[in-house]
């Protein structure tokens, strides 16, 4: 069982580049998530897909864009890419949905990404 | 807004010592939380979660514990191991109004155990 795997796991791009970081999970999670994560400032949600073919923006959506291709997909893509885009970059999933659920998320290995 | 804070960036123990690492939060009406471990390199990995409803949860070595009155959480490593070396988050639930759930997570403490 894998769980949530994300590929790449090491990317360089050169500013203004694009690129789409693929996520896939074998949980038949109705969730997924998207986030960065910088030195000292935890984890933040980029983007969510509370279930298949809905999709909706987290608390740094600029510079980004998803596409959740089916139950098990959920991509990520920087049209043009940053230097403020350098981060390590999670993929989540869950299954609660309902208000009242838990919401345990299980995450990749996540995608280490510089921007130059 | 809410927040989720730590209150030791770095706690160093010695190994067989217990280890408790803290955190504040400011939204009282969140209903669920969770510590996560992150291993160097590698994603965060659910430890143990607890209900608002709940003061105390053990798992194995680990026991979180939720004060509502002050809004803080801890987590309590027993016998500390090499292995539990690691960035330890803690995270509370709230609704999206897409719908479904998300986290907000703390900064994170290190946690550095000592031979």
């Known amino acids: 069982n894998a769980g949530v795997t994300q590929t790449p796991k090491f990317q360089v791009l050169k500013t203004g580049q694009s690129m789409t970081l693929q996520c896939a999970q074998d949980?038949?999670?109705?969730?997924m998530y998207w986030y960065r994560q910088d030195p000292g400032m935890g984890l933040r949600l980029i983007y969510y897909?509370?279930?298949?073919?809905?999709?909706d923006k987290g608390e740094v959506p600029n510079g980004y864009n998803v596409s959740r291709l089916n139950k098990r997909e959920f991509s990520l893509r920087l049209e043009s890419a940053a230097p403020s885009q350098t981060s390590v970059y999670f993929c989540?999933?869950?299954?609660?949905?309902?208000?009242?659920?838990?919401?345990?998320?299980?995450f990749g290995a996540g995608t280490r990404l510089s921007v130059l | 807004g809410e927040s989720v804070g730590l209150h030791l960036p770095t706690l160093s123990v010695q190994e067989g010592d217990n280890s408790i690492i803290n955190c504040a939060y400011s939204?009282?009406?969140?209903?669920?939380f969770i510590w996560y471990k992150q291993e160097s390199g590698k994603g965060p990995q659910f430890i143990i979660d607890?209900?608002?409803?709940?003061d105390k949860r053990q798992g194995q070595r680990v026991t979180v514990l939720l004060n509502k009155t002050v809004k803080h959480l801890s987590l309590q490593i027993a016998a500390t191991q090499p292995g539990d070396s690691a960035v330890y988050f803690c995270?509370?639930?709230?609704?999206?109004?897409?719908?479904?759930?998300?986290?907000?997570f703390g900064t994170g403490t290190q946690l550095k155990v000592e031979l």
């Open positions: 989540a999933s869950s299954d609660g949905v309902q208000p009242l659920a838990k919401n345990i998320q299980y």
């Open positions: 949980m038949n999670h109705n969730s």
């Open positions: 897909s509370a279930s298949e073919g809905t999709t």
């Open positions: 939204n009282s009406a969140s209903d669920y």
């Open positions: 607890i209900r608002s409803n709940m």
């Open positions: 995270a509370e639930k709230s609704v999206l109004t897409g719908g479904g759930n998300k986290l907000t």
